[in-house]
C-alpha cells in the first residue's frame, strides 16, 4: 500500500510556465516532507523540504505548499526551464521507529523549450 | 570529496545466482541506507543501519542480506537472485538517522536478473 499518494505521473509544461505536483498522506506520525529530484541515470537529490509547522516554504524558484488539515503537500516550480526536466519524488519521513523514508511514484517533468 | 559511490553500476544475473552490491561513503555519515526503485513504485527501502554495528529492515527485505562492514561501508547482497529483485538499487547515507537530516544518494546500481 502506497503511503504517499503523488499525482499527476507525467507532466509537459512550456518554458516560463508554473509547474505543479500533488502529493497526499495519511499517516499523522509523518513529520518531514522533503522533495527529490532525479535526472536519468543518476540518485535523487534533495530539493527542497518542509516540517509540518508551516504551512509554505519558498527557496528560489521551488514552493511547497503543505496542508495540514487536509494531509496534503505540493511543490510549484515557477518559470519552469528546460534544465527543470527530471522526475520529482515527494516524500514522507517519521520520527523514531523504523525511521523509514516513504516516497511517492514519482512525477516526470517534461518542461518544452 | 566523492559522496556515496556504488559498485557495480550494472549487472546481469541467472536467477539462483548471488551478488553482492557494494557502497561506501566518505562524508564521515553514522546512518546508510538500501533503496530499490521500481517504475511506478518510487523508491523502497530494504535494510537501513542506523549506526556502526545495526542494522535494521526497511519495507522489502525479503531476499536480501545486508552487512554494516564499517562506517564507510555497507552491502548488501542477493543469496538466490530472482527475477523479481530486477531493479534499480540505491545505497544513502546520513549524518544520523535523525528525521531532519538529508539523505545522499549514489548514482544507482542496474540489477536485472533473467
Known amino acids: 500500500q502506497q503511503q504517499v499518494k503523488q499525482s499527476p505521473q507525467s507532466l509537459i509544461v512550456q518554458k516560463g510556465g508554473i509547474s505543479i505536483i500533488n502529493c497526499a498522506y495519511e499517516n499523522t506520525a509523518f513529520d518531514y516532507f522533503p522533495w527529490y529530484q532525479q535526472f536519468p541515470g543518476k540518485g535523487p537529490a534533495l530539493l527542497i523540504a518542509?516540517?509540518?509547522?508551516?504551512s509554505e516554504k519558498k527557496e528560489g524558484r521551488f514552493t511547497i505548499s503543505f496542508n495540514k488539515s487536509a494531509k496534503q503537500f505540493s511543490l510549484h516550480i515557477m518559470d519552469s526551464q528546460p534544465g527543470d526536466s527530471a522526475t520529482y519524488f515527494c516524500a514522507a519521513r517519521t520520527t523514531g521507529g523504523a525511521n523509514n523514508l516513504f516516497f511517492g511514484t514519482g512525477t516526470r517533468l517534461t518542461v518544452i523549450p | 570529496n566523492a559522496g556515496v559511490t556504488q559498485t557495480p553500476k550494472f549487472q546481469v544475473l541467472k536467477t539462483g545466482q548471488s551478488m553482492t552490491l557494494q557502497c561506501a561513503q566518505d562524508m564521515n555519515h553514522n546512518s546508510m541506507y538500501w533503496y530499490r526503485q521500481d517504475p511506478g513504485m518510487g523508491l523502497r527501502l530494504i535494510y537501513y543501519s542506523a549506526s556502526e554495528g545495526t542494522t535494521d529492515k526497511g519495507e522489502v527485505p525479503n531476499g536480501y542480506n545486508v552487512s554494516r562492514l564499517n562506517k564507510r561501508e555497507f552491502s548488501l547482497r542477493l543469496e538466490s537472485a530472482a527475477p523479481s529483485q530486477t531493479s534499480v538499487y540505491f545505497c544513502?547515507?546520513?549524518?544520523?538517522?535523525?528525521?531532519?537530516?538529508?539523505?545522499?544518494f549514489g548514482p544507482g546500481t542496474r540489477l536485472t536478473v533473467l
Open positions: 544513502a547515507s546520513s549524518l544520523s538517522s535523525n528525521t531532519y537530516n538529508e539523505q545522499f
Open positions: 518542509i516540517r509540518p509547522d508551516v
